[in-house]
């Protein structure tokens, strides 16, 4: 991923982590860069609308929270690796991924955070749409246990036609700036 920080792990640290025989614990084990190649392995199945392969990124029970959206047609409940499926059908129901672009990843051990832009057709209208978006995991054992993610809300609403959302500015971006 381009602008990556690089996985490490700060031998200090995990010293006073080591469980019997040398090994971390269960709840802390990953591999040192296990969280940088999950989050490339989700973003690659995001953009082959692979929502099945996605879904077996995941542990058998996920920690998942995503920014609602009104309107939005994919559950906002999500906790089993079907769940995610269904989440990324939904999702691939109302766009068309026609590309991501990758900003920052910085990762430490099982965790990373990324942020981005995804590019999408939006089915009802055909318009093209882009999105900013963050997305933060933990990974246990080469899965994600843990995903937030976080988007342009009001984008999003509005992309799929959500009635009610406001404009930010009748004559955005200009009439909106003080002086």
Not at 56 to 64: G, Q
Not at 75 to 90: D, G, H, K, N, T
Not at 122 to 145: T, Y
Request: charged content about 20%.
């Amino acid at each position: 991923m381009p602008g990556g920080a690089r996985d490490t792990v700060d031998p200090r640290r995990a010293a006073g982590t080591r469980g019997t025989a040398g090994r971390p614990p269960p709840e802390r084990a990953a591999v040192v860069g296990g969280a940088t190649a999950a989050v490339e392995r989700l973003v690659a199945r995001g953009a082959a609308a692979d929502a099945a392969g996605a879904g077996r990124l995941f542990a058998d029970r996920v920690r998942w929270w995503a920014v609602p959206v009104p309107g939005a047609p994919w559950p906002e409940a999500v906790r089993s690796p079907r769940e995610v499926e269904a989440f990324f059908l939904a999702f691939l129901g109302a766009f068309e991924l026609t590309g991501v672009t990758t900003g920052r990843l910085v990762a430490a051990g099982a965790d990373a955070v990324l942020t981005g832009r995804l590019h999408a057709r939006v089915h009802v209208s055909g318009e093209s749409r882009s999105f900013d978006f963050a997305l933060a995991v933990s990974v246990r054992n080469d899965l994600i246990s843990d995903f937030r993610w976080y988007a342009d809300t009001l984008a999003l609403a509005r992309a799929l036609g959500t009635a009610g959302v406001p404009p930010v500015s009748p004559d955005w971006p200009h009439g909106s700036v003080p002086g």
